[in-house]
């Protein structure tokens, strides 16, 4: 199966940052838009950002526009979240995944991948 491996959750204060990770080993990162989702406790999953192939052309939903910033370097396989001014209501399992296009704002995966990874847990708390 494919799969994605992401990194760099923890445990942070409102207010503060943290900078997510994607990588993988099963496909090129390159080939494909690529997306962040997100699902909160006792919540459904939300969609947060796409990015195209080329690095250009990021879309965000409102939650978070303004503060987390996409982007990837596909020379080394890696897709990031760049979060900031952390809120409470940033808590969740961050998911990277692929996107349809760069347009998609749906949180679900697209081929190759099947299905999310592990993600990865943001904690905002004081």
């Known amino acids: 199966a494919v799969q994605v491996v992401e990194s760099g959750g923890g445990l942070v204060q409102p207010g503060g940052s943290l900078r997510l990770s994607c990588t993988t080993s099963d496909f090129s990162l390159s080939s494909y838009s690529m997306k962040w989702v997100r699902q909160a406790p006792g919540k459904g999953l939300e969609w947060v950002s796409t990015i195209h192939s080329s690095g250009n052309s990021p879309i965000y939903a409102d939650s978070v526009k303004g503060r987390f910033t996409i982007s990837r370097d596909n020379a080394n396989n890696t897709l990031y979240l760049q979060m900031n001014s952390l809120k409470i209501e940033d808590t969740a399992v961050y998911y990277c995944?692929?996107?349809?296009?760069?347009?998609?704002?749906?949180?679900?995966?697209?081929?190759?991948?099947?299905?999310r990874g592990q993600g990865t847990q943001v904690t905002v708390s004081s």
């Open positions: 995944a692929t996107g349809r296009h760069y347009l998609d704002r749906s949180p679900s995966v697209a081929p190759p991948m099947m299905s």
